[in-house]
Structures are given as structure tokens and as C-alpha cells.
């Protein structure tokens, strides 16, 4: 048995932490073919911190956080939202249920306004006959509510009626953020948000991820980038052989402390209990 | 508050009305008669039947996808919608809905296609463009259907503005633009055309759902050329199983020349009607000019590759 899960038997450890768990997976299994790429992982999200999952390539980190997003379906194993068992069978069902993901890819339409992007598929109608007989948009107030949304986050764009293809990848990157952030009303997962951009960009986009997390919402963050990990995760995920092998604290631990968790060079049952969080 | 400068059409969207206006201006000098009136007014009558087709293909290719059977599906509407009239002797208003109705199932099937079976748009309206080229010639055994009730051209009349005749058609075609550019710009659905053809998986994954957008750009662009039948009709008098030969390579090089991107998501609907009408005008302005009818095919093949290849370069230039 692995730490973790006596640390989940035991009931004090609950305690420890008073935050509710927002986000939980048990046991989740899922096999490609011959292939098991999940072998009963499990996985707990707090109210208002930043969980950063880390996991060598073949760990089981994406196909962890595909289960989370419904992008797959587990074969066994459970899902909790707010204590809740959800399935889902869909990225939009999950982003239904108030999930919503920042894809690496980065999911804008680029032809298409910051105001645009940002209300893609959730626009604002007129209220009035235009708006309810022939769905016309309020494009003044859906403007004015970026402006204002994106000045809350503090994203320094100047203007909101510019295509997403006129900014840098940063910025491009910020309005996928936003969006996302605008919309969850329970969990933001982003998927490697700093992995295409430079020092200044990414250290930008990092500060947007903890704005997003001091106004409430949790965020579950995939990152190869140690250096961004141990700067803005409040606990750290380590995915291992298809499975958690630790929930790490940063704080009480170096960068290559975590990659020999990652790596395998120190074994789940020899980690020193100082290191890990609750 | 966006400035003034944002608010300005850019200079590339500018470019089409540019072409138009220059070209206007050589027809002018080269011939005393294209500046008139009466000449304009027939260049809107030859236009209106492409310019209703550019409606339905604008709104496949800002979607990304294409419809090389606009034209054939158009003729086999105008067949369809003229013989039932004349072998059951139906009302014109039932004749016509019966060919809007071909030419509807048509965008259905079109749309299935590519969103059921996920076929390229351009290998499936291919297909179809032969098919509906069949079965038109099938179903009229080739002949022209004439001596129609009068209810059927009603569109072809012409009412007097000034000195110009002024056909109904072309007062249709162009309230039709007004329509489908206000709806394109200002609503949910017509936003939600240019996200599919910005970046379809994203737009999935924000809830849109895809295909019942394409399904329905497909369908109302059936219901476009189902029109644009009747126009064809209105204006000659008769139902012809040979229409749409050449409107189906026109209604492309419309939507190309009116700077709508072929890669889709960008582009303007009024922009297909400023290249209708600069298809219109080389074909009339060379015709008065005595240009044999052959150059004139030359001419529209150059000028949509030289759209396409601004379309590209501007891209490129805008990275």
C-alpha cells in the first residue's frame, strides 16, 4: 500500500485540511489495447489552490487529465465533483458541469475578436424582440464586459475589438485563460499553459494562473516546467506507472527531490513524511 | 472603446471595391456605351443570378469548405421547379417551392455528407455536381421547358427608377445581401459560421455543435441556388436543363474576388456581391468592346488566381 492511500484511510489527515474537496478520482482505470495507461489512479482537488500534476511521458498525467476534462472515459474507477459522482462522456459535458479546460493547442479563433473569443458560444443576446426573435448580439455590453474582466485579471491588452491573431502567443494564451476562468464555476484545468512561450510570457501567464486561483476558483496545472511548478503549485500531483505516487509540498522540497519521486529513484514507500502534503 | 482607426474597413477589404471601381473606369473609356444607365441595369439583371449563388457558397467557404455544384443544382431546381409546373399544371407558388425544395436536399445531402461521413466538401460536391448535371438533363430529356405560367417570371419584370429599368430579381438579390450580412455580423449563429471556419475543434469544445452549424450552412445554401433558379428562370423565360454552366465557376470566383478567404473564417458577404459585380462587369464591359467570349473565360481564370494568391500573400504578411 502506498502512502498516499493510508494518508486517504486515515481520517485525521481530512481534518488537517479544512478546505472542501472540490475535485476527486478514485481508482480510475483506463486500457488502450494491450496498453494500460491508467492503473487505478486517484487524484484530489482543494477549494482555492493550484495542484500541479507532473509525471514523466507515459506516467499517465495526460490520460489522467483527460478523464478530468471527458476528453476519455475511464473503463472503471469514479469521478467526484463537490462530492458529487459525475460521469462524463464529453469535453462538453464536463464543461457542463462547470470544468473547464485551456487546451495546449491553444483554442482560439483567430480571425475572431478578444470580445469574440471570449463569449464564443455563450454570447449575449439583445434584450429586446431582435435579441429574443432573431438571437442578435449585444456586442456593446459583451465589449464593455471584457474590458472589464480582463482589467479584473489585469491582462494589459489594449484593445478588445482587435482579432486574437494580432497578439502575441502570451497574450493569445491569456485569452484562452480568461476564457476558461470566466466560465468554470468549479475547477480551470490548463494543459502545459507556458510551454510555448518566453521568460517574460510565461512568467505573465503564471500570474494570471494565480489571480484566476485568488478569485476562488481551483486550478489543476500540467506542466513539464519544474522551475513553474515549484513557483505557483500550492501542492504537486506526481503521476507514476499509471498511478499517484505522492502529493508533494514545494515548500518543503527541492526540484530534484520531486524528479526522483517522478523519476522512480526514490520509491513511494521511502518518502520522507515532511515531504508530503495533506 | 475601439479608436476610429479600428473602426475604418482595413485596406485589404477595400481592395475588391478598388478592382470594381477601376475596372468601371477602362470599360468606360473603351466603350461610350457601358456608363449608361440602361447598360448597368442589365449588368445587375446578368448578376443577380450569380450573386444569389455567391450567397450560398460565401457561407460554405467561410466554413472552410466548398460547393462545386451550386450551379448544376441551381439548373436542376429551375428544370424541377418549371416542368412540374407545365406537366401538372401546379400553381407557380407550389412549383417553385417543389424546385426550392430539390434544391434544398441537395445542400442536405452535401451537408451529411461532410458532417456524417466527413467527406472533403470538395470531393462530395463533385459528386453531387455531376449527379444533379443528370439528372437534370434525365429528368427534362434535355429539352427547355417553356411556355410557363406567368406567376413564374414575375421576378424578371422590371419597375422604372429615373430612366433605368430596374428588375424585381435584383431588388430581391440585393435585399437578400442586406439580410444574410446583418445576420452573419450581428447574431449567435452567424458568429458561430466564422468560429467553425476559424477553428472547428475549438469551437466543438466551447458547446457549439459543429455540424448542426454546417448542416445548416449546406441547406441554406440549397435554398440560395433554389432561388437563384428562380431568378434564372424569371429572367429567361424558360426552364433550361444547360443553366448554370458557367454561373458555377462564377459564383466561386465571386466569393474569391470579394476577398473571402478560402482557408475560411474571414471574409464579408457584401464582399461576393462587389465580386459578382466585377464578373459582370468584365464579361459586359469586354463584350461591348467586341472581345470574343473565350478571353473571356481567360480573363476570369487569371482573376481568381490572382485573388487567391492576395488572399495567400496577405496572410503570410499579416503574421
Redo the contacts between chains.
Keep these: 500500500m502506498s502512502p498516499m492511500t493510508e494518508l486517504e484511510a486515515n481520517p485525521h489527515s481530512l481534518t488537517q485540511d479544512a478546505r472542501p474537496l472540490v475535485l476527486q478520482a478514485k481508482g480510475i482505470v483506463k486500457r488502450y489495447g494491450q496498453v494500460t495507461a491508467l492503473d487505478g489512479a486517484d487524484f484530489e482537488l482543494r477549494a482555492g489552490e493550484i495542484m500541479a500534476v507532473i509525471g514523466d511521458n507515459g506516467a499517465g498525467k495526460s490520460s489522467l487529465i483527460k478523464a478530468l476534462s471527458g476528453a476519455i472515459e475511464p473503463d472503471s474507477g469514479e469521478i467526484l465533483l463537490d462530492g458529487q459522482a459525475v460521469q462524463f462522456k464529453s ?2 459535458d464536463a ?2 458541469a462547470g470544468i473547464e ?1 485551456v ?1 495546449q493547442d491553444l ?6 475578436t478578444i470580445a ?1 473569443n471570449l463569449f ?4 449575449i ?1 439583445r434584450d429586446n424582440l431582435l435579441g429574443h426573435w ?4 449585444d ?1 456593446k455590453r459583451m ?1 464593455k464586459d471584457s474590458i472589464a474582466y480582463m482589467q479584473e485579471l489585469k491582462i494589459g491588452i489594449r ?1 478588445m ?2 482579432a486574437v ?1 494580432t497578439l502575441s502567443g502570451g497574450q493569445r494564451q491569456g485569452v484562452a485563460v480568461a476564457r476558461a476562468a470566466a466560465f468554470a464555476r468549479h475547477v480551470v484545468i490548463m494543459d502545459e499553459p507556458t510551454a510555448a512561450l518566453g521568460v517574460k510570457e510565461g512568467n505573465m501567464v503564471l500570474e494570471l494562473i494565480r489571480n484566476v486561483r485568488d478569485r476562488g476558483l481551483p486550478v489543476v496545472l500540467i506542466s513539464h516546467n519544474m522551475p513553474h511548478v515549484f513557483e505557483i503549485a500550492d501542492r504537486i500531483h506526481v503521476a507514476r506507472l499509471g498511478r499517484r505516487a505522492a502529493i508533494l509540498n514545494p515548500k518543503a522540497i527541492t526540484m530534484s527531490d520531486a524528479v526522483a519521486v517522478m523519476t522512480g529513484a526514490m520509491k513511494p514507500e521511502d518518502i520522507p513524511a515532511h515531504w508530503l502534503a495533506n | 472603446m475601439p479608436s476610429w482607426k479600428e473602426q475604418l474597413p482595413s485596406i485589404g477589404s477595400l481592395g475588391p471595391f478598388m478592382a470594381l471601381l477601376i475596372a468601371c473606369g477602362f470599360f468606360s473609356f473603351q466603350s461610350e456605351q457601358f456608363l449608361t444607365g440602361a447598360n448597368f441595369s442589365l449588368i445587375l439583371q446578368q448578376v443577380m443570378v450569380v450573386g444569389l449563388i455567391a450567397i450560398g457558397q460565401t457561407l460554405i467557404i467561410l466554413t472552410a469548405g466548398i460547393d462545386l455544384s451550386c450551379g448544376m443544382v441551381m439548373a436542376l431546381g429551375g428544370v424541377v421547379m418549371t416542368k412540374v409546373a407545365q406537366d401538372y399544371g401546379l400553381h407557380p407558388v407550389i412549383a417553385i417551392g417543389i424546385g426550392f425544395a430539390v434544391t434544398a436536399g441537395f445542400g442536405l445531402i452535401n451537408g451529411l455528407l461532410v458532417t456524417r461521413v466527413k467527406l472533403p466538401s470538395f470531393i462530395v460536391t463533385l459528386g453531387t455536381m455531376n449527379i444533379a448535371f443528370a439528372l437534370t438533363q434525365l429528368y427534362s430529356q434535355s429539352q427547355t421547358i417553356t411556355d410557363l405560367p406567368a406567376g413564374m417570371t414575375l421576378l424578371g419584370n422590371t419597375f422604372s427608377l429615373g430612366q433605368t429599368q430596374i428588375a424585381y430579381g435584383t431588388v430581391l438579390m440585393l435585399a437578400m445581401y442586406a439580410l444574410s450580412w446583418l445576420w452573419l455580423r450581428d447574431t449567435a449563429s452567424g458568429r458561430h459560421i466564422y468560429a467553425v471556419g476559424n477553428n472547428p475543434e475549438a469551437t466543438r469544445l466551447t458547446g457549439i455543435p459543429t455540424h448542426r452549424v454546417l448542416l445548416m450552412v449546406y441547406v441554406l445554401a440549397g435554398l440560395c441556388y433554389g432561388i437563384a433558379a428562380l431568378l434564372s428562370v424569371s429572367r429567361t423565360g424558360v426552364g433550361d436543363p444547360n443553366a448554370g454552366q458557367t454561373e458555377n465557376l462564377d459564383a466561386i470566383t465571386a466569393v474569391v474576388l470579394g476577398g473571402t478567404s478560402l482557408f475560411g473564417g474571414r471574409g464579408i458577404i457584401i464582399g461576393s456581391l462587389i465580386g459578382a459585380m466585377i464578373v459582370g462587369v468584365f464579361r459586359n464591359g469586354l463584350t461591348l468592346m467586341g472581345v470574343s467570349s473565350v478571353y473571356q473565360i481567360l480573363i476570369t481564370g487569371i482573376l481568381v488566381i490572382l485573388a487567391v494568391a492576395t488572399d495567400q500573400l496577405s496572410r503570410k504578411g499579416g503574421r
Design positions: 469535453p462538453i464543461r457542463r479546460t487546451y483554442a482560439v479563433a483567430p480571425a475572431m469574440e464564443l458560444g455563450r454570447e443576446r432573431f438571437g442578435a448580439l456586442k465589449l484593445s475589438s482587435q491573431e
